[in-house]
């Protein structure tokens, strides 16, 4: 079992910024694609950024420009950095690896991120 362990969630007003960090283990971090997704209440879960292992990233089109998805090969962690956040973007926020080559998909436990207007 892979544990991925997320921590940065919390409440902000609209227009602030939040950082979401998630570790994950070394043996497979750096051969990982990585990701975040996200799930409001009543919605689908949906691919809010992802980083290639050569650091290649896209980003959900509302999002874009405002976040920023990052890691630390080092330290086996990944972020992703929420500016000028809005209601919108409430949700929980979950990281996601996939380590290359492979089927698996591991994902973290979630951390709630809660925009007020």
């Known amino acids: 079992q892979v544990q991925l362990v997320e921590s940065g969630g919390g409440l902000v007003q609209a227009g602030g910024s939040l950082r979401l960090s998630c570790a994950a283990p070394?043996?497979?971090?750096?051969?990982?694609?990585l990701a975040w997704f996200r799930q409001a209440p009543g919605l689908q879960r949906e691919l809010v950024a992802q980083?290639?292992?050569?650091?290649?990233?896209d980003y959900l089109d509302s999002v874009k420009g405002r976040f920023t998805i990052s890691r630390d090969n080092a330290k086996n962690t990944m972020y992703l950095q929420m500016n000028s956040l809005k209601p919108d973007d409430t949700a929980v926020y979950y990281c996601?690896?996939?380590?290359?080559?492979?089927?698996?998909?591991?994902g973290g436990q979630g951390t709630q991120v809660t925009v007020s207007s």
């Open positions: 996601n690896v996939h380590p290359q080559y492979t089927h698996d998909w591991y």
């Open positions: 070394g043996n497979i971090f750096s051969r990982s694609v």
């Open positions: 980083i290639s292992t050569t650091g290649s990233t």
